[in-house]
């Protein structure tokens, strides 16, 4: 049985984001713990939340989706945290939307909002952008990992 359309597109999502210009292979999904120094510049993919509706009358029904994903972007807070979290946003929004179906796996995929946040994890003070996607998806009722 596949995975879950959610596990696709995260997954789909961290290939795409590894090997970026500034976070390189620093790239997590569902990170919950604290980065080390050594780990920054960061990438972290996360589902937060999904509306669904059903679409048709003949089984199987078609599922559509609406699934609300964050890429936070961290980085060490100095005086070019920002602008370097302007660089990671930008490399990350060019490689989305260069591909808005992810090969297939979604409808549409579009960047609703971006958070900025600073973050104390225990003597080091970390800057974040969380971008929030929101990705468009359909798959087969009774089989969620059947993109359709």
């Known amino acids: 049985m596949p995975d879950h ?11 795409k984001l590894t090997g970026l210009d500034t976070t390189g292979t620093n790239v997590y999904q ?4 604290s980065f080390k120094e050594d780990d920054l510049p960061a990438l972290a993919v996360f589902s937060l939340a999904e509306g669904s509706e059903v679409s048709g009358v003949s089984q199987p ?3 559509k989706r609406a699934l609300n994903l ?15 979290l302007d660089q990671i946003c930008s490399e ?5 939307q260069n591909d808005i179906t992810l090969g297939g796996l979604a409808k549409d995929m579009v960047l609703t909002n971006t958070i900025f946040e600073l973050s104390g ?10 971008m929030t996607w929101q990705i468009k ?12």
């Open 5 to 15: 359309v959610r596990k696709q597109i995260r997954d789909a999502l961290v290939l």
């Open 30 to 33: 569902n990170r919950v713990d």
């Open 61 to 63: 029904r078609i599922v």
């Open 70 to 84: 964050s890429v936070e972007a961290y980085v060490k807070e100095n005086e070019t945290s920002q602008d370097s």
């Open 92 to 96: 990350v929004e060019t490689v989305f």
């Open 121 to 130: 994890e225990e003597e080091k003070d970390v800057v974040v952008a969380k």
């Open 137 to 148: 998806i359909q798959n087969l009722e009774q089989q969620p990992g059947v993109i359709k």
